[in-house]
């Protein structure tokens, strides 16, 4: 019952924001046929997305179930990859800026700043949606102004590979973590992730000098 209402509020914050994005390409008329249309092919996708071990997880297997849905019925329309990707990449946008809001306003308890507010906000993030065993997390030593871990396994990675749309997940997904740095008062460092291909997705959040506090 919470992942149906979750779900929901994700498919209601999608298609607001889908509401503002599309009008660039598309008139009210089929911009309603592209929403009816995805989640006719999300309700098609996810009798075979996978079961996972935590709501988390399972909520994020099903929103990659809805991205693809998104992705098969824009380009089925005959918009080209390119320009499907960035449409959803600005819907996504929207509302994963939402959840990250959220996260740093909860991360300031305490009056945190700096290092210890990014800690606090990334810990929430792999605490839910993103935790594990879902997904797998590997601690790393790093200095004072960075905040740094590995992700080894990564169930969102793993769906679009096997529907071949690695690609599709690397510019939308993986990308949406380095504006979400920005909104965390942070630089995201990363030179790769699972969806590109590579063992893990190395993440180096480096805090603005400006707003560092010191462990």
């Not at 297997?61 to 959803?88: C, I, P």
């Not at 969102?156 to 740095?181: Q, R």
């Not at 993440?203 to 000098?209: E, L």
Request: glycine content about 6%; aromatic content about 16%.
């Amino acid at each position: 019952m919470i992942r149906i209402l979750i779900l929901q509020w994700f498919k209601w914050q999608a298609a607001s924001a889908a509401q503002k994005v599309l009008i660039s390409q598309y008139n009210f008329k089929e911009i309603q046929e592209i929403l009816d249309g995805y989640w006719q092919r999300y309700l098609q996708f996810k009798k075979e997305v996978p079961k996972m071990p935590t709501l988390g997880g399972a909520i994020m297997v099903h929103l990659a179930a809805m991205s693809r849905g998104f992705y098969v019925e824009v380009t089925a329309r005959g918009q080209n990859e390119k320009v499907a990707t960035q449409l959803f990449y600005d819907i996504a946008w929207q509302v994963y800026k939402k959840m990250g809001k959220f996260s740093w306003w909860i991360a300031k308890g305490g009056n945190r700043s700096g290092y210890d507010r990014v800690l606090k906000a990334t810990q929430l993030f792999r605490f839910f949606p993103f935790n594990s065993p879902s997904y797998h997390w590997e601690e790393v030593q790093t200095d004072y102004s960075m905040v740094g871990f590995n992700c080894t396994k990564c169930p969102v990675a793993d769906y679009f590979k096997a529907h071949k749309l690695s690609s599709f997940c690397s510019n939308t997904w993986c990308a949406l973590d380095f504006p979400l740095a920005q909104l965390w008062n942070s630089e995201l460092e990363r030179t790769g992730s699972i969806a590109e291909g590579f063992d893990k997705c190395d993440f180096r959040w480096k805090v603005n000098d400006a707003d560092l506090k010191k462990k």
